[in-house]
């Protein structure tokens, strides 16, 4: 796997040759106010995941924890449209009430 998959984006490291849209906002959250914590304290598997689908064309997320805190890449964004602009960092229940109970069914039996 590349190296550059393993950098730390958090921390100016500019493994993103143009950094995306998800990128910046997923670098300009506050997860230190989240259940997620900062990023420099996520797990190398989370982290890992989260450049996966930053680098992927297609749409992908990644949810986080028991809440499902969703981090999603530019492609997901685009799909979801204006509507879920505000997803970055929420409960996966939160940002698409119309599924909650199979989004919290599938997170009570991971």
């Known amino acids: ?4 998959l393993f950098a730390r984006f958090s921390e100016g490291h500019d493994e993103f040759a143009n950094p ?3 990128v910046r906002n997923i670098r300009a959250f506050d997860w230190s106010r989240s259940s997620a914590g900062p990023i420099y304290i996520w797990p190398e598997e989370l982290k890992s995941a989260v450049r996966l689908i930053l680098l992927s064309a297609a ?12 981090v999603q890449n530019d492609a997901l964004q685009e ?3 204006e509507r879920y602009a ?3 960092g929420q409960p996966i229940t939160k ?3 119309v599924a909650a109970s199979f989004f919290r069914d599938a997170i009570s039996s991971c």
């Open 20 to 22: 995306s849209v998800m």
């Open 1 to 4: 796997m590349p190296e550059h």
């Open 86 to 88: 505000t997803a970055l």
């Open 95 to 97: 940002a698409l009430p």
């Open 59 to 70: 749409p992908m997320a990644v949810l986080i924890g028991r809440e499902g805190l969703v």
């Open 79 to 81: 799909m979801l449209g």
